[in-house]
């Protein structure tokens, strides 16, 4: 691969807003407020999604000045996502800035960016991106949500599933067929459509089935060349989850690490035996291969560099056993109390599942990765 240049190391900016982002999220999102707002109809806080935007720009961060933003990049976003990932925060951040924010970042439209960017990036607009159906996949081939021309008029057909934060969204990115092939489309009249929200393993992270019935939409790019622009986008997000499931995976082993020091049995911290400090270690050195890889996609996104495909299948594949790993760690090196709902390590490891599917499972990015260097 490419050598990365000295930008791969954190500035003293980046190190600035990690600590600025830890502080605000520690303090919006601990424990208590995370199980609150699992249990609300909408699954995110209004006024800490409000002063995400206004105080501290996050939601702005990776999107140019001209469409409204900051004009930071993903290496910055990445730091964000890693913070989130530790305190589990709930909401719309990841699918609305993430990527319905990234696709249209991509998507070559820039009437569509101008119009719609300034509202992701001040958190006025959510936004949801519209691609699984019944099967699941986040592939070209399972798309069978239909679009019809009527004149200058484009209409929708057909079912998305599994959509991020699809039950509240302003805006949907719609990916469907037309006789030209895979179209993006936008739909902000979300009267004319039917949502339900599903039933999810992680409560922190909110999916719904979405129908459309001759729906009105907006073509977004050319007809029938949107794959390009949303496989790209696609692999942008997926780094940037690789890096949210580090810092979950790190979380995960504070945890332990912590409760292994104050646990005693037989007179002494179970932490001093053998088979959990040797667990730990283990755990330590996958979590900072892990972040290595994130990183690395996270700048090849950057950089829109020709590895980006392989190292965000690479990162995404890692990243979701190692954070898997460690969330089911943490819940053993617990005992009994950690299979309890009175303890934060469920949470993780629900989380921890779900993001491995997010976006498409390791095996899922194994396989890619494989193609995608010629093996």
């Not at 200058?152 to 599994?162: D, I, V």
């Not at 292994?260 to 900072?288: N, V, W, Y």
């Amino acid at each position: 691969m490419t050598d990365i240049p000295d930008g791969f190391a954190a500035t003293d900016e980046q190190n600035e807003l990690r600590r600025t982002v830890r502080a605000f999220f520690e303090q919006k999102s601990p424990e208590h407020e995370v199980r609150r707002i699992m249990e609300t109809p909408d699954g995110y806080d209004r006024a800490v999604w409000h002063q995400m935007a206004d105080q501290l720009g996050l939601q702005g961060l990776a999107i140019p000045e001209e469409f409204g933003g900051s004009g930071f990049g993903y290496p910055e976003l990445g730091v964000v996502l890693e913070e989130a990932g530790r305190t589990l925060l709930p909401g719309p951040f990841f699918g609305s800035v993430v990527l319905a924010g990234t696709t249209l970042l991509c998507c070559g439209d820039d009437g569509a960016k101008s119009r719609y960017l300034p509202g992701i990036a001040t958190g006025e607009t959510i936004a949801a991106l519209a691609l699984t159906e019944q099967s699941g996949r986040w592939s070209s081939e399972d798309v069978q949500t239909s679009a019809r021309q009527d004149g200058a008029r484009w209409t929708l057909n057909g079912s998305k599933t599994f959509v991020l934060d699809g039950h509240l969204a302003d805006l949907l990115l719609v990916v469907a067929r037309t006789d030209s092939g895979i179209s993006l489309f936008a739909v902000d009249d979300t009267e004319r459509l039917t949502r339900r929200m599903l039933s999810t393993l992680d409560q922190t992270r909110r999916q719904a089935r979405i129908d459309f019935a001759d729906t009105p939409a907006e073509l977004i790019g050319a007809e029938g060349r949107a794959w390009p622009a949303l496989s790209h986008a696609l692999d942008t997000a997926a780094a940037c989850l690789a890096l949210e499931q580090v810092g979950g995976a790190q979380r995960c082993l504070e945890i332990a690490v912590d409760y292994a020091k104050t646990r005693h049995q037989f007179g002494r911290p179970i932490g001093s035996f053998q088979a959990i400090r040797h667990k730990c270690a283990d755990l330590m050195l996958e979590i900072e291969c892990a972040r290595g890889a994130a990183q690395y996609a996270v700048h090849t996104a950057a950089l829109r560099m020709a590895e980006l495909p392989a190292a965000a299948s690479l990162a995404k594949a890692y990243c979701s056993d190692v954070y898997t790993k460690a969330a089911a760690a943490n819940i053993q090196i617990h005992g009994g109390i950690g299979f309890t709902w009175e303890h934060p390590a469920h949470m993780y490891f629900k989380r921890a599942k779900s993001s491995e599917h997010l976006l498409g499972d390791a095996a899922y990015h194994r396989g890619l990765l494989a193609d995608r260097v010629g093996i």
